[in-house]
């Protein structure tokens, strides 16, 4: 018996690598009992000694033996002596592995560790299922105790992972399971109760990254907003309403404890330490991003603190006070944003070939960075950023740091010696995007990855241009000229250029209103100047030239989509010439062509309005007159270019408020007891009464400058069955909708003078 075991641990040394006895003598039996000599042993001598007869160990031969080897360690040592193990989870085949120690275990400890392995498996084999309220207590409270035996554990034996290993195993074993908590929402709210949400944010901050990696993927189902329209078969209407609205609570709930538990910060600094190098890792980083998106779209759809309802008067209160912020807010209060900048700027797209980045390689940078402008794009369009509720603005954001950083410590012992003037860093997200842009400004987007990303970073920078303070540094950056320059190339980006001009020149005035008083922005200078110096320097630069031919349409200034995007494509123009014989694919390739075509005209209009809304005859570099005479030349070929698009525009709006009045919608609205006349303007609007207005706008700056240009507006006027009663109407409609100020004094100006 004891002849077979000896043979199964030397097996299993030989299995797991454990060196020969003459390497390792530390390790090796000092005996092996034999009644007879059954042949030589490595490092023994057969003789008869004080425990009988067999083989004993020779350590002098075994010491020379490994000091003639002269094998060096290929252990890696930190400077102190120490060396800090790990525990690594494989989430593709379920195995667990640990790096090798300095002291390998032995056979007999290697079949301790199985047994014990058998023992947890087979304890935990139960399912949680979130239907029943006390299984979801008792994992709850399972995964309490783990994670509080886990803290124990890695507390008093850090450098021993073998002490915590099978203790790790089991706590991610258990933060997986929680993933069926998704198919039942009702059990959200007894989660929150247990505090396993705390567990939850405390778990993103482990040392060990797959264990906050199991965490964000677990969170991103339980916290999908497709729950919140899931299951919605349920006999009549009541029955469905009344579930969705349990599951909104829950939904909400759930987020908001996350967030209360400050799993943004952990968020923020998890993305620091992962590897996108590796898999693994590289799918954590998607999963965080995925999170972020998840919350900001439960923010927009109301849902994040629904939950926090109670009928407690105070509770209530504290509830609403809460609901003010949102979760930009309290992003913005993280690194998340500069990380994301940073993220933007690293372009490692040329490392990546087009088809592995499409299907060999899925979570490739190229994805993960298009990923980044995603998130980033969202959060820049978000009232709260918009409205300067919260956030820097994007030239000075705080640098990014982590809780993780190694160096952290030695990077605070050298701030201490840098000036004051010098001591914090700065992230400039303005300069990150005109360089993303910029690559572009010559040629078109390869693939469609890089297309979308484009189209991430003008979203970005457009949304970003709404607050007046960005509008200043856009300028100061030479921003402009880097749109026109797009313009002039005829690009894809020239469309995109158009859209950023169209925000930089027309700004947020409500929005600086709110917060400014209606003056001054945070930098000290008055709105209206910072976009009245944006509209001069851009006559200043050449814009009238590259912009009057777009506003008359001429299709050799018209930037052309790339071939990548869908309304870019072959199959587009085709569609676009071909009356019959079409198929859905190419008819959706015209319609993104079409729409590409119609934004480009919109925001050379509205371009435009802000050109004669800010530029007066004070204006400098004779921006004023050299406006006023494009209109003039030619025989006021322009000015009939506005009298056609004010015809068309007004024509859209009328029939899409006519459309409203003849829908359902507007039934429903009457039935609901609702304003009508409110919810049709409002369909105008969208119906193109917004361009409507402002080309109404144009022409009154036209014609009250000129007087030939007067004259020939009311004879073309005239020519088209219509009169100047068309446009008194427009901006007698326009200066209704509009809050007192600078800008509904002048089309007050202009419905007096016309």
Not at 37 to 47: E, L
Not at 113 to 129: G, R
Not at 290 to 316: F, K, M
Not at 356 to 382: F, K
Request: net charge negative; glycine share 6%.
């Amino acid at each position: 018996m004891s002849k077979s075991a000896s043979s199964i641990t030397d097996v299993l040394d030989s299995v797991i690598g454990i060196p020969a006895s003459t390497n390792d003598p530390s390790h090796a039996q000092p005996f092996i009992a034999s009644p007879k000599f059954t042949g030589s042993k490595p490092g023994y001598v057969y003789r008869a000694g004080d425990q009988g007869l067999g083989y004993y160990l020779d350590s002098h031969r075994a010491i020379s033996s490994r000091s003639s080897s002269g094998e060096p360690d290929k252990k890696r040592a930190k400077p102190n002596g120490e060396s800090k193990p790990s525990v690594r989870f494989n989430s593709n085949t379920e195995t667990r592995s640990i790096p090798s120690r300095r002291q390998p275990v032995s056979g007999q400890e290697l079949l301790a560790q199985a047994e014990e392995e058998a023992l947890t498996s087979s304890s935990s084999t139960k399912l949680f299922d979130p239907s029943q309220p006390h299984s979801t207590a008792s994992f709850a409270s399972s995964l309490l105790k783990t994670h509080a035996k886990n803290t124990l554990l890695r507390a008093q034996h850090g450098h021993d992972a073998e002490k915590y290993m099978m203790n790790e195993v089991q706590l991610n074993d258990e933060l997986l399971q929680f993933k069926n908590a998704a198919v039942d929402t009702s059990c959200y709210e007894m989660l929150v109760e247990k505090g396993v949400m705390g567990v939850f944010g405390r778990c993103m901050e482990h040392e060990n990254t797959d264990v906050c990696i199991s965490v964000l993927g677990v969170l991103v189902e339980l916290l999908d907003p497709n729950l919140l329209s899931e299951n919605e078969n349920e006999d009549g209407d009541n029955n469905r309403e009344e579930t969705r609205n349990k599951r909104v609570y829950n939904v909400g709930l759930l987020a908001d404890a996350f967030v209360t538990e400050a799993g943004l910060d952990a968020i923020a600094n998890n993305l620091g330490r992962f590897d996108e190098s590796m898999e693994e890792e590289a799918k954590g980083v998607e999963d965080a991003l995925t999170l972020v998106e998840s919350l900001l779209d439960l923010d927009r759809a109301g849902v994040l603190y629904s939950g926090q309802t109670s009928n407690d008067d105070d509770t209530r209160k504290q509830s609403s006070d809460k609901s003010a912020a949102s979760v930009v807010s309290a992003v913005c209060k993280t690194g998340l944003l500069s990380w994301l900048f940073q993220r933007i700027e690293k372009n490692d797209t040329s490392n990546d070939d087009s088809n592995s980045m499409a299907a060999n390689n899925p979570i490739s940078p190229a994805v993960i960075r298009l990923h980044a402008s995603e998130v980033l794009s969202t959060i820049l369009q978000h009232e709260d950023y918009c409205t300067k509720k919260c956030g820097a603005k994007l030239a000075s954001l705080p640098e990014y740091t982590s809780l993780f950083d190694e160096n952290e410590e030695t990077t605070e012992k050298a701030s201490s010696d840098i000036p004051k003037e010098h001591e914090q860093k700065c992230v400039d997200g303005m300069e990150i995007l005109l360089l993303a842009i910029a690559a572009y400004r010559k040629s078109d987007p390869k693939v469609e990855v890089e297309c979308e990303f484009l189209e991430n970073i003008f979203d970005a920078l457009a949304a970003s241009l709404l607050r007046s303070d960005n509008v200043a540094d856009f300028v100061e950056k030479e921003g402009i000229q880097l749109m026109l320059r797009c313009v002039r190339e005829k690009v894809h980006s020239g469309g995109g250029a158009l859209k950023v001009l169209n925000f930089a020149f027309s700004g947020s005035s409500q929005a600086d209103m709110d917060n400014n008083g209606g003056s001054v922005s945070s930098s000290g200078a008055s709105n209206d100047d910072i976009y009245k110096n944006a509209c001069e320097i851009f006559v200043h630069t050449g814009g009238l030239k590259l912009l009057f031919p777009l506003y008359m349409a001429r299709k050799s200034a018209i930037p052309c989509p790339a071939a990548c995007s869908e309304g870019g494509s072959d199959l587009a123009k085709k569609a676009m010439t071909t009356k019959s014989g079409v198929s859905k694919r190419a008819k959706r390739a015209a319609h993104a062509r079409k729409k590409w075509l119609a934004e480009v005209e919109q925001n050379v209009v509205n371009i435009m309005y802000a050109l004669t809304r800010f530029i007066h005859e004070q204006s400098k570099y004779d921006s004023y007159s050299r406006l006023l005479a494009k209109f003039v030349e030619e025989e006021c070929e322009k000015c009939d270019r506005t009298i056609e698009l004010c015809l068309k525009y007004d024509e859209k709006a009328r029939i899409a408020e006519y459309q409203y009045f003849k829908s359902d919608e507007a039934e429903d609205a009457e039935e609901l007891g609702l304003d009508l006349d409110v919810a049709a303007l409002s369909a105008k609007l969208r119906g193109g009464g917004d361009i409507f207005h402002r080309l109404c706008a144009i022409l009154s700056f036209v014609c009250v400058g000129s007087t030939r240009s007067h004259g020939h507006v009311r004879e073309q006027l005239k020519l088209q069955g219509a009169s100047i009663t068309v446009i008194k109407e427009g901006l007698a409609e326009f200066a209704s909708l509009l809050v007192d100020g600078s800008q509904k004094t002048q089309i007050e100006h202009y419905l007096a003078s016309i």
